[in-house]
């Protein structure tokens, strides 16, 4: 099975960027389905964007336009470009691998957006 940790998180002000990237060991990841979710605290936790093991990619309409997410198939990884942060993007933000019933996830990184 496969797991999944994270890195890349921090603290930006508005307007800033980052890239998160997930790491995966224990199967390669071009076998499922690979997506980005955040929790911001007391809020659920909610799909940012998903690649498909065709390459089919779907986000948030909240982040439409400057997150882009990728994979590399080759080095099993994951990355969530994200341009032009806003404060509204706060959460810990979640690596996601999911084939038919099965799903595992990272432990999470904090990205926090704060003047």
């Known amino acids: 099975q496969v797991q999944l940790v994270e890195s890349g998180g921090g603290l930006v002000q508005p307007g800033g960027s980052l890239r998160l990237s997930c790491a995966a060991s224990?199967?390669?990841?071009?076998?499922?389905?690979m997506g980005w979710y955040r929790q911001a605290p007391g809020k659920q936790r909610e799909l940012v964007a998903s690649i498909t093991l065709g390459g089919t990619i779907n986000y948030a309409d909240s982040v439409k336009g400057r997150f882009t997410i990728s994979r590399d198939n080759a080095k099993n990884t994951v990355s969530l470009q994200m341009n032009g942060l806003k404060p509204e993007d706060t959460a810990v933000y979640y690596c996601?691998?999911?084939?038919?019933?099965?799903?595992?996830w990272g432990q999470g990184t904090q990205v926090t957006i704060s003047s």
């Open positions: 224990g199967s390669k990841i071009s076998n499922y389905i």
């Open positions: 996601n691998a999911r084939r038919g019933a099965f799903t595992s």
